[in-house]
């Protein structure tokens, strides 16, 4: 295989992640959890799934570590040699990155590219994220310190205020609709109920029937629901509450290896046959083009010549949902959709499960949860168990994806990597 | 501890807001703020390509070369992207937003050819639909004041000019 600028061939061979979650302080004291429990259930997830009995710490020769701010969330920094520690990979090299959402994904590609390099046969990509100890403010301040905090915060910038801009852009320049976004979120929904794994495993209308049960309210159906101010307010238009993603407690990894070395884990790995990163001004005003996002594009070119391949050879996609706008935009970065049909390709459908290109089959970081570090290694534990045919339920495709993608971002679009796999 | 200043490093003198001339200030961010003290908006222009960076910055954003000169920058432009902001940031909240009063912030093209992230006055919040994108806007500053710590801990409070934008 002609692996581009990648000297050899890089493996994905095992993935795990714990039930993404509410685990605060606030919460009840038998549901506590900190970074390092979190990231233990992960671990202990992966090698249960795991299809050859292998000693990882015996294997595994460094972690990358992708976390966006442990440092503001929980008071603890230096986090991957502790991380290390807590799964038995001490004194090896452990390392954290952090480029906010992308923090995971930039993880995996330094790790790919790590193997790749001959440097190391076998390492472990991770990430982990605990956001609910702070209040709504103080985690809406820490994630806007992803923005530029000179130029964008102190004008009253906010995370879902920025995608809020990027979506009354698209809305203006493209005639994309309130309702397409709203639909983002149905369907992530739909498919989050499926995954046991998700943070709220419920569709929206499950959520509508249990408010008209508890007596809330009363709404004819769904699009009464999400325009009600009382259920489904505003946060920044025209973004609701049930167009942005969670506020999550997660934890995923993946061990990467080298083809060789692959068989000893598991006789049908994943390839990694494209890698893409991209960066851009953090603040959003500096960009040219506010309806979409040049690091996307950019990984996407990079990632699409090394695999040979195109848009269209994609069979399943997680892409960044971090709002419902988010997701839109990605389809259309990512080139599955040309610039301004993202949003009329998910009111056709075509993103649902088992339709043209599946998007989000693990419900997104809108149902399954959005801790910010670990999002995209989430989505990667998506793709593996997609492409293997072990998806849980009824969310599994029908046709076993030969070719995956997984997208993520990092803020209102500073940093991307996208990463193509195949079986 | 703060270390004692060594005997041959003087002190930098404290510059008031009010003394503060466009010749006298590097080109750094705290410049920019002070200069939005002053009601005014200040750019660095690039001496070698014309460029007119907004922020100011000694590395230009065109050509990265480092010869720049002041120049007020005309606050004209027009709304590119905005939301309306129901859950604000705990600085908008401290100045008396609420999901009952959002504040609109958007990105603004000025018509010198640089953009900028601006809070967007004398609009109609409450109902966005009615703000369109491509509005004529002007800079406007807002009088306010912010809250600090200073090196002992103490919270403090200062004047402080808020870069906003209305209507032409």
Redesign the interface.
Known sequence: MNLGKLAREVALVAVGMCKFGNYSKYGPPEQIKTSRDLWMEAYLDMIQHMEKKVNVQQEAEALFLGNFSSDLFEQQGHLAPLMAEVIGLNPKPAMRLEDACVSGGVAFRTAVIAVASGMYDTVIAGGVEKMTDLT???V??TL?AAA?G?????????F???Y??????HM?KFGTTMRQLRLVAIKNHNNGKLNPRAQMPLTLEDIMNKNIQKGVGNWKDIWEYLDDDKVN???????RLNDCSLVTDGAAMAIITTKEKAKQFTDTPLYIIGTGQGSDTL????RPD?THLRAAQVAAKEAFKMAKLEPKNIQVAEVHDCFTIAEIVATEDVGFFKPGEGGKAVEEGLTELNSQIPINTSGGLKSKGHPIGASGIGQIVEVFKQMRGEAEGKRQLKNIPEIGLAHNVGGSGGSCTIHIFKR | MAQKPKPDKIEKPVVKPAAVKPAERPFTVQSYVEFLNQKKLMGAKCKDCGHINLPPRIVCAKCYKGNMEWVEVPGKGKLASFSTIYIGSSFMNAKGYSPKKPYCFGTVDLDAGVSISGHVKGVNELDADSIKIGTRLKVAYEDGKETFIDRSGNKQERPKVFLTFIPE
């Open positions: 709504t403010a103080g809406t301040d806007a530029d000179a130029f964008e915060f102190p004008y009253g910038a906010t879902p205020g920025l809020a801009n990027i979506a009354t852009a203006a307010p505003w946060v920044a238009y025209p973004l603040a959003l005003h500096d506010r």
